[in-house]
């Protein structure tokens, strides 16, 4: 962000606006566009300079950041329009007042349009033919019989041949003046945002192809109630040529007789009254006619980009936040860990992997149908086990979970002296990293198939540093992100990655490239640096030597430092989040204790009789001070929560062993606008509608909970052949009751995902052995297993398509969609 910052007419300067936007002070925005002008990173200006900003965090500098985006870009389309008009000859002190006090984009547009550059119009031919004049007498005295003033305009030689064209003509100049009123425009165009509705309609003859968007088939609603996922469900159902879509200005069932609301403003702004003159009738017809094929279509246009940006930064959101959640689950740790990854007849592919994350051993086993080798299966993951010691099995949320946890929950019991922990793991996305450069790069020895069990291992260990290597948008925890603008969700989801890696400190001997990538002031090329110059040189020792990486420089190195981590190293504060350009300050406070830095780290009582008002200078204000003492009190901590695992019920293991009022243990695997999903260990989802979060109202179900979370459920309703399995929060709510349609009662008029799976056109094909695209090896595969809602990678697992009927159900409203599903 280059663009200039000067002041912007009666709105003020970019910050001072910014400033009211968020509340805060406008010397606080200045400082905080200078540090993102000069190279600063949002996590380095949030944890690092928090005097320059006086305390703005993290989400108030990316709203500051996206707002600053914005209005640079309408700063530089307000010069071009400024020069477009002045160079026209056009541009006098109001219309130039009026373009700079334009507060938005859409009013930008609105004053230019009368300006913009455009084809030769129906208006443009008449003014040309000398017909202006005609339409200006008609306007101003309409006692003036219209068909007689236009007698005194027709010239065969300019294209007018009777007094007919030349009202015409007339006519169509009113009908673009009309329709190029900025404050007309504005005021209609928010008047029919709070007034009018969208109304869908089934395309004849398509009841059958389009069952999908079946809930969009009569449909009405008003724009200010729609939610999201129904505007994009609806205008995927226009695209499919499913539906037809209608921009109503107001119900119809409360129209009146005469002209509308809309045409009165408009005759009202142009002095139109119909007092029974000549000229009264004609001047109401254009009117009509203005309202109709001009100003109703230009709004109708307006309308849909509004509704769709709105319903997009909706689902950015709830995409974003999602990922956040899934990014800062729990991280199991340093332990070694065997990933199972299910399949039937292509066999369960085991890894194990070390502490570190190493691969240690690969394996493939038979349990299931057809070879049923169950009892070798066992002996080859007791040997596994043993020789590497072994403490937790991460297993595959896909086709065969439940059979393959059953393997893990036998040789559990079967060898207790091994203390074995066994968990279910997502899959979202295992595919499109084991086909990826950077999977073969980084297991160039292992097959494909193979890779995704190391994968499932290592984001038990660590979820952060293993999804990083997937492309967020595969990760499939999002609402129709295939409809989304690609530029708006990547830099949201880039964003959401940035903050997460940042938050929470990478390890710079371990991490991998793509992580180091996400670290402040580290791209792709330099995280390649840090891993040849760390491969051919060996640990880092402290992080002065990353100074020696190439092209690592002072701008790069104050960015990155107090994010990367040196355990072990030369200097025992490299290990923690105190930036490098603070040990001044701490060398003070280890002089203040009289005792060395290694024995005040963590020494709790030591340094809580350090006042951090007592080592405030210059440099380093009372904020980053406290932050200092917070964070030598516990160095190098972790945000995320501690590990935890759910226990699924004994005996339940597939949808007909629920029963109605059983209370059960789960893990939420996703949460949209209408409710959570939740895993409860019978591979197909349950869903807790919105409805049945809370005793009292909740209007984000995010407020209630958060994939990974681990909640008690209770079931209200299962219906088995449509797979729909209705759960409750609310643990004293009777069963059976408003739960079997929607989930949970309520919200049932969404759309178009049901056969679709996560997102409608992403996969051809029904629930169960539908040809599906990709696959681990590339190759068109079947579909064997049931749907879940976890997204964007489901080689054919419970993730290819929706965990059960309630969740299409829901999904016809939400469309969580992922990207790569091909079967295994």
Excluded at 30 to 56: C, H, N, Q, W
Excluded at 106 to 132: H, M, N, S, V
Excluded at 465 to 476: H, Y
Excluded at 757 to 768: P, S, Y
Aim: glycine share 12%; net charge neutral.
């Amino acid at each position: 962000m280059t663009a200039s910052t000067e002041p912007i007419g009666a709105l003020g300067s970019i910050e001072a606006r910014i400033a009211g936007e968020l509340g805060v002070k406008e010397r606080q925005v200045k400082s905080a566009v200078e540090l993102l002008d000069g190279g600063s990173t949002v996590p380095f200006i949030a944890r690092y300079r928090k005097e320059a900003t006086e305390m703005l965090d993290d989400a108030q500098l990316r709203s500051l950041e996206e707002r600053l985006r914005y209005l640079r870009e309408l700063e530089e389309r307000r010069a071009a329009i400024l020069e477009s008009v002045r160079s026209q000859g056009k541009l006098d002190a109001a219309l130039e007042a009026q373009i700079r006090g334009a507060d938005s984009k859409a009013r930008l547009e609105d004053i230019y349009l009368p300006f913009k550059p455009k084809r030769r119009t129906k208006a443009q031919i008449a003014r040309e033919a000398g017909l202006e004049p005609l339409a200006d007498g008609l306007l101003s005295d309409p006692s003036v019989e219209p068909a007689a003033a236009a007698a005194a305009f027709v010239d065969a030689d300019k294209g007018v041949a009777d007094p007919a064209a030349a009202l015409e003509g007339a006519r169509a100049i009113l009908t673009e003046r009309f329709g190029e009123d900025a404050d007309l425009i504005g005021e209609l165009r928010e008047r029919m945002w709070s007034r009018g509705r969208v109304a869908a309609k089934v395309r004849e003859g398509k009841e059958e192809a389009g069952a999908k968007f079946a809930d969009y088939f009569d449909f009405a609603e008003p724009f200010t109630e729609l939610p999201s996922h129904r505007v994009l469900a609806m205008f995927r159902g226009e695209k499919e040529e499913i539906l037809d879509l209608n921009l109503e200005p107001e119900d119809p069932s409360a129209a009146t007789e005469g002209p509308s609301s809309y045409e009165q403003s408009i005759a009202h702004r142009f002095g139109i009254t119909d007092r029974g003159r000549p000229g009264d009738k004609w001047l109401q017809d254009t009117v009509r006619w203005a309202w109709r094929t001009r100003v109703q279509v230009h709004l109708g246009i307006d309308l849909r980009l509004r509704l769709r940006q709105a319903a997009e930064d909706e689902a950015v959101r709830v995409f974003a936040s999602n990922l956040r959640d899934l990014l800062l689950a729990a991280p199991a740790g340093t332990r070694a860990t065997m990933g199972l990854d299910p399949g039937f007849r292509t066999g369960v592919k085991v890894a194990v992997v070390d502490a570190t994350g190493k691969v240690a051993a690969t394996e493939t086993i038979y349990p299931h149908v057809p070879q049923q080798k169950w009892d070798a299966s066992l002996a080859t993951l007791a040997k596994l086990a043993r020789e590497h010691d072994v403490e937790l099995i991460a297993i595959g949320n896909g086709t065969a979970s439940r059979e393959t946890d059953k393997l893990a929950a036998d040789l559990i019991a079967a060898q207790p002296e091994l203390k074995l922990t066994k968990v279910m793991v997502s899959e979202a996305g295992a595919s499109v990293y084991s086909a990826s450069a950077f999977a073969s790069q980084e297991l160039p020895e292992l097959d494909v198939s193979l890779r995704g069990a190391v994968s499932i291992a290592r984001r038990l260990q660590d979820p952060l540093a293993e999804l990083v290597k997937i492309d967020p948008k595969s990760i499939g925890v999002g609402q129709y992100q295939h409809d989304l603008s690609e530029v708006k969700l990547s830099r949201s989801l880039d964003a959401v990655v940035e903050d997460c890696v940042n938050g929470v400190g990478v390890d710079v001997n371990t991490a991998s490239a793509p992580l180091l990538s996400r670290v402040s002031g580290i791209g792709s090329g330099l995280a390649e640096n840090i891993v040849t110059h760390r491969d051919n040189n060996g640990p880092f020792r402290s992080r002065k030597a990353l100074k020696d990486v190439a092209r690592l420089g002072p701008k790069a190195y104050e960015q990155c430092a107090g994010f990367l981590r040196i355990r072990g190293g030369d200097d025992p504060l490299d290990a923690s989040s105190v930036h490098p350009e603070a040990y001044p300050v701490v060398r003070r406070m280890v002089k203040s204790a009289d005792t060395a830095v290694g024995s005040l780290i963590g020494n709790t009582a030591v340094l809580r009789t350090l006042k951090a008002a007592d080592f405030v200078d210059d440099s380093f204000g009372l904020p980053t001070v406290s932050d200092i003492l917070q964070e030598l009190e516990k160095p190098g901590r972790d945000p995320r929560p501690v590990f935890k695992t759910a226990t699924f019920k004994e005996g339940v293991e597939k949808i007909g062993d629920l029963e109605p009022g059983m209370l059960l243990e789960g893990v939420v695997t996703n949460v949209a606008a209408f409710g959570a999903f939740v895993d409860v260990g019978v591979h197909q989802d349950g869903l807790v509608h919105v409805s049945a979060m809370s005793k009292t109202f909740v209007k984000d179900p995010r407020d209630v909970v958060k994939p990974g979370d681990i909640v008690r459920v209770k079931v209200l309703d299962v219906d088995i052949p449509r797979k729909r399995i209705s759960l409750t929060l609310r643990l004293d709510d009777e069963h059976g009751k408003g739960a079997s349609a929607g989930g949970g009662g309520g919200e049932r008029r969404g759309g178009g995902e049901r056969r679709g799976g996560n997102g409608g056109g992403a996969r051809e094909g029904g629930r169960g052995g539908a040809p599906r695209e990709g696959g681990r090896g590339g190759a068109p595969r079947q579909r064997q297993g049931g749907g879940g809602p976890r997204g964007g990678d489901r080689r054919g697992g419970r993730d290819a398509g929706p965990a059960n009927d309630a969740m299409a159900d829901a999904l016809r409203r939400a469309g969580l969609l992922g990207k790569d599903r091909g079967g295994r």
